[in-house]
């Protein structure tokens, strides 16, 4: 069975600074994609980023980016220059190439301070 | 491109009622998901649509719970004799076969159940 765990339940950031968050995971797939998602407060889910696991390079949208260690089964998102509006729930979700289900982890709170 | 939408957004309701939700598909995704989302935690997968075809459903979605799709359009997930248990979000996503693994959530639907 897959599982996906976040270690921090809740984390603060300086604005305009670079924050990390955590997510491990467990699977005996070879291949199979992860992603972040955000859930700002009372809105809607939106992808962040995704990483395919047969790609060795780690992904980049713009300030964020993924460590993907995939012999460690880690993948952590780096935000950098934060900003007021990166404040939302993060949660790290998996799923196997067919995308049949996703696995989420409970999350990550993410407060940007001014 | 409106997105993914869901109807009601929230829905408060008796313990023993039956209740519906609704969710439209970004218009030309062919995979349609339903997830369970209880505060403090990931999305819970329930049920995948693939056209109108119920591939999949979690051990989660027990006999009250009911799920259709019946012109590979719009979906719906009915509770019937909803239990206290029930009160979550519940939240639908929409993806295309050939990029299943990105998928797009809509805002949810909040039931509580009294």
């Known amino acids: 069975a897959q599982t996906v765990t976040q270690s921090q339940p809740e984390m603060s950031v300086q604005e305009a600074e670079t924050v990390t968050l955590s997510c491990t995971y467990d699977?005996?797939?070879?291949?199979?994609?992860l992603f972040w998602y955000k859930q700002p407060p009372s809105r809607q889910m939106i992808l962040v980023i995704r990483?395919?696991?047969?790609?060795?390079q780690n992904a980049t949208e713009n300030r964020f980016s993924v460590n993907f260690q995939k012999a460690a089964k880690s993948f952590s998102l780096k935000i950098s220059d934060s900003q007021l509006g990166d404040t939302a729930m993060y949660f790290c979700a998996f799923t196997s190439n067919t995308g049949n289900q996703f696995y989420f982890g409970t999350g990550t709170s993410l407060t940007v301070i001014p | 491109d409106t997105g993914v939408s869901q109807d009601p957004r929230h829905k408060i309701t008796k313990r023993g009622q039956n209740v519906t939700f609704r969710c439209d598909p970004i218009s030309e995704h062919n995979r349609l998901y339903w997830y369970r989302q209880t505060l403090g935690q990931g999305p819970e997968f329930l049920t995948y649509f693939q056209n109108e075809a119920q591939l999949e459903k979690s051990r989660l979605l027990s006999d009250r719970f009911s799920a259709e799709r019946p012109k590979g359009s719009f979906s719906t997930l009915e509770i019937q004799r909803t239990e206290q248990g029930d009160s979550a979000m519940y939240l639908c996503a929409s993806s295309l076969v050939g990029n299943q693994e990105t998928q797009y959530f809509g805002p949810g639907t909040r039931l509580l159940v009294l």
């Open positions: 699977t005996s797939e070879n291949n199979y994609y």
């Open positions: 990483q395919e696991a047969y790609k060795q």
